[in-house]
Every structure is written in structure tokens, then in C-alpha cells.
């Protein structure tokens, strides 16, 4: 099984950038999809999951980042507006599947880079 995670760089506050993340080999699709990120020197954060119809979003993101999936392509995006230093991190997707044929995977990472 392979993420591969793409769209981050650099960009200046205010600015917007896309991350899209593709898994491939995945033979049962994922119950969950997710955006992390960790800034340095901080724990790793959820930012933004989606399982079925449901989103859900951390809160100093709410308003301003977007998350979507293509579930024929498995691939898992992330829209991000109005983004602020604050953003700055190593941006990681993730799919989870639960029950008898569980996993959890992760992407290799993505730096975004947000200039005041």
C-alpha cells in the first residue's frame, strides 16, 4: 500500500494551496481519510477527516479548510484558504479502515510553508 501525498510549498498568509493524497494497493476501502500535521517541536494534530458523509474539522481551521475524497480513486484532498503562519507544519494523509480487516496508513508527507 502506497499515499502519496503532494500539493504542499510555500505560500504567503492569505494565500490558498490544495494537498491531494492517492493511496493505491488498497484492497478494502477506507472507512476514514484524514489530513495530520506537525509543526516542529509540537505533537502530530488531526486537521480535517471525512467517513462517509460526515467531516469533521479542527477547530482553528473550521471556515477556511475543506476536505473531499474521490472514493473510485481513493484519493483524499484538502483544501486550504486563508492560511495563516500558524499553518506552517509537515502535512501527513491517513486511511483507517475498522472491523476484521482493519489498517491504518499513513502518507510520507508534505511540507506547507506559510510566509507573513
Known amino acids: 500500500v502506497q499515499l502519496q501525498a503532494s500539493g504542499g510549498g510555500l505560500v504567503q498568509a492569505g494565500g490558498s494551496l490544495r494537498l491531494s493524497c492517492a493511496a493505491s494497493?488498497?484492497?478494502?476501502?477506507?472507512?476514514?481519510m484524514g489530513w495530520y500535521r506537525q509543526a516542529p517541536g509540537k505533537q502530530r494534530e488531526l486537521v480535517a477527516s471525512i467517513s462517509g458523509g460526515s467531516t469533521n474539522y479542527e477547530d482553528s481551521v473550521k471556515g477556511r479548510f475543506a476536505i473531499s475524497r474521490d472514493i473510485s480513486k481513493n484519493t483524499v484532498y484538502l483544501q486550504m484558504n486563508s492560511l495563516k503562519p500558524e499553518d506552517t507544519a509537515i502535512y501527513y494523509c491517513n486511511v483507517e479502515r475498522r472491523g476484521t480487516t482493519a489498517y491504518t496508513y499513513w502518507g510520507q508527507g508534505t511540507q506547507v510553508t506559510v510566509s507573513s
Open positions: 494497493g488498497i484492497i478494502y476501502a477506507p472507512n476514514v
